[in-house]
C-alpha cells in the first residue's frame, strides 16, 4: 500500500510517497533532504503527536491551565488520552512543568503544565 505523507521537519513540506509491505517502510520519492526521509518512515509505521490541552483549576486566578504530554504519544491512543485529561481537576497553585498526570493511559508519559497558575 501506499501513502503519501506531508513532511514537517522543516517548512519545504514535501509531500512523500511511502510503500508500506508488512511492518516496513520505503520511500518511493518526493523528500528533499535526509530527514524527511526518517520522518516519513516513522509516520507511515508509527505516528506519534505531543498532545496539548487544559486542565480545570480550582481556587486559582484562572480557571484552566494549559498542558501537554511531556513526549510524542502514538496516534492511536490521542482519544483515551484526551479522556483522562478530561475527568482531571487540579487545585492552584500550579507551576509551569509541575507534573499533572503521570503514565497517561499507560503509555509511561507524563501530562505536565505549560503555565504557571497562582491562587487568588
Known sequence: MKKEITCIVCPI???ILVEVKDNSAEVCSGNK????????VSEALDPKRVLTSSVLVKGGLWPLVSVKTSMAIPK???SSVLKEIKKKHVK???KSGDVIIKN???TN???IATKTV???
Open 13 to 15: 513540506g514535501c509531500k
Open 33 to 40: 533532504c535526509k530527514q524527511g526521509l526518517k520522518y516519513a
Open 76 to 78: 492511536n491512543k490521542i
Open 92 to 94: 492552584a497553585p500550579i
Open 104 to 106: 497517561i493511559a499507560n
Open 109 to 111: 508519559i507524563d501530562v
Open 118 to 120: 497562582n491562587k487568588y
